[in-house]
C-alpha cells in the first residue's frame, strides 16, 4: 500500500465514523509512554508487595483510550470495532502479564 492510499484512508475515517482522525491518532501515540510508566509503576508496586490493582486499571485505560474515544464520539461504528477493542483488551492483557512476569523475572 502507497503512504498517499495510507493517507487517504486514515484521514477517511473522520468522515465516515464522525471522529477526528488527527485527535484519535493523538491519543492513540500519545497513551503510548503512559501505558509504559503504567507498566513501570505496576512492577514497582509488585515488587515492593503493594496493591496492583491502580497501576494495571491505568495500563489498561491507556492501552484502549484511542478506541474509547472512536466508540464514545463516533456515529455509525460498526460492530467489528467492538470485537477489535475486544481482541486489543485480551492481547494487551496478556501482552502485559508477560512483560510483567518477564521483568519481575529478570530483577
Avoid at 44 to 60: D, E, F, M, W
Amino acid at each position: 500500500m502507497d503512504l498517499g492510499a495510507l493517507k487517504e484512508w486514515f484521514l477517511g475515517l473522520g468522515q465516515q465514523y464522525h471522529v477526528n482522525p488527527i485527535i484519535f491518532g493523538a491519543i492513540y501515540v500519545g497513551a503510548i509512554p503512559f501505558f509504559s510508566a503504567s507498566v513501570a509503576w505496576l512492577v514497582r508496586n509488585y515488587r515492593r508487595r503493594k496493591s496492583i490493582v491502580l497501576p494495571t486499571l491505568s495500563a489498561g485505560f491507556c492501552l484502549i483510550s484511542a478506541y474509547l474515544y472512536l466508540i464514545i464520539v463516533g456515529r455509525n461504528v460498526p460492530v467489528w470495532v467492538y470485537g477489535v477493542v475486544i481482541a486489543l483488551l485480551i492481547f494487551g492483557a496478556v501482552s502485559t502479564i508477560r512483560k510483567v512476569r518477564k521483568q519481575i523475572k529478570d530483577a
